[in-house]
């Protein structure tokens, strides 16, 4: 049983396209995060959510829209994708990260989904 | 804001020997610190956490760390290095709604 699980575990597709990253876990948590990881390998923090709210939107550009329909899941929609978009995206999840405590705030990953924008 | 420094963006080691991995940490309250490891095309996985019930913290794997409040350091230790200990490894801390994570130490283990 997979945890947090993404699909797909790849995509390429060209420069203008939209393109959708499905997320969902089945750990009964209630934060939900997107990260995107670069070529460098840094990881940042993309998109925070609580029980279906959006709490962090880290200086996203509005192409990128993430959204959870239930607290389990929490999808990433990108529009007019750009070069600059190629990046490993992660999906993860928290206990509950707004309560604090390390068992609380302790994220569970996915395996990435790597988008290449050609 | 908290954050986290990892020291050294690749590390080197022999099979057998000592495995440390630096990372240090500014916050102005008490951290939630985390080791994660990430294998080649894979997600990442929690080796350990800091815990404020024992400053030593035992992993997974034999890794272990030990959070300093005077030096503000968390670094991750393993006593012998085995080759499948090859991997990615970043420091994080918790920040509301997120984690903050290092730049990543890629650790390599030469036979």
């Known amino acids: 049983d997979t945890a947090v699980s993404q699909t797909p575990k790849y995509l390429v597709t060209q420069m203008g396209n939209d393109k959708s990253i499905k997320c969902e876990q089945n750990l009964g948590h209630d934060t939900m995060y997107w990260y995107k990881q670069d070529s460098k390998k840094f990881l940042k923090i993309m998109f925070s959510y609580n029980n279906k709210e959006l709490i962090i939107n880290e200086t996203v550009p509005n192409r990128f829209s993430p959204k959870s329909p239930d607290k389990a899941h929490l999808n990433l929609h990108i529009n007019s994708l750009e070069l600059g978009d190629s990046a490993v995206y992660f999906c993860?999840?928290?206990?509950?990260?707004?309560?604090?405590?390390?068992?609380?705030?302790?994220?569970?990953f996915g395996q990435g989904t790597r988008l290449t924008v050609v | 804001a908290q954050s986290v420094t990892q020291l050294g963006s690749h590390v080197s080691v022999s099979e057998g020997a000592l495995v440390l991995l630096r990372c240090n940490y500014s916050?102005?309250?008490?951290?939630?610190l985390f080791w994660y490891v990430q294998y080649p095309n894979q997600g990442l996985q929690l080796l350990l956490k800091y815990t404020s019930a024992a400053t030593l913290v035992k992993g997974i794997n034999g890794f272990e760390a030990e959070f300093k409040k005077s030096e503000t350091s968390f670094h991750l230790t393993k006593p012998s290095a085995h080759m499948s200990d090859a991997a990615e490894y970043f420091c994080?801390?918790?920040?509301?709604?997120?984690?903050?994570f290092g730049q990543g130490t890629t650790l390599q283990v030469k036979p």
């Open positions: 994080a801390v918790f920040q509301p709604g997120k984690l903050i």
């Open positions: 916050s102005s309250v008490p951290p939630y």
């Open positions: 993860a999840s928290s206990p509950a990260a707004f309560k604090g405590g390390e068992i609380n705030t302790e994220a569970f």
